[in-house]
Nanobody, 125 residues
Framework: QVILTETGGGLVQAGGSLRLSCTAS????????VAWYRQAPGKEREFVAA????????YYEDSVKDRFTLSRDNARNTVYLQMNDLRVEDTAVYYC??????????????????WGQGTQVTVSQ
């Protein structure tokens, strides 16, 4: 059983930065494709970024490209999401997730088997 724990959320003004962390117990990130998703009130869960296990490439949702960076620290078994130039529309609960899937399914949340509890990110004007 892989248990994921996200931390680092909070309240920040537009244009500011936050770094989210996701630690894993019961498994290692190197064994999985790891992703960040987010869900705003009244909206569906949205893909943010993922690191593919097969080719180690990172994929981003268009609206976060050049602002968000997914990285991994194998020694700490932790994945990060560095978020810069935050916008009000980035407000959401952010989740990390791991799973195994073919590359074409990397944005499909149903392919991820283990999820964290989420961390709230609120961006104010």
């Amino acid at each position: 059983q892989v248990i994921l724990t996200e931390t680092g959320g909070g309240l920040v003004q537009a244009g500011g930065s936050l770094r989210l962390s996701c630690t894993a117990s019961g498994g290692t990130f190197s064994s999985y494709t790891v992703a960040w998703y987010r869900q705003a009130p009244g909206k569906e869960r949205e893909f943010v970024a993922a690191r593919n296990r097969g080719n180690n490439r990172i994929y981003y949702e268009d609206s976060v490209k050049d602002r968000f960076t997914l990285s991994r620290d194998n020694a700490r078994n932790t994945v990060y999401l560095q978020m810069n130039d935050l916008r009000v529309e980035d407000t959401a609960v952010y989740y990390c997730a791991v799973g195994s899937m073919i590359l074409s399914a990397i944005r499909n949340h149903e392919m991820y088997r283990h999820w964290g509890q989420g961390t709230q990110v609120t961006v104010s004007q």
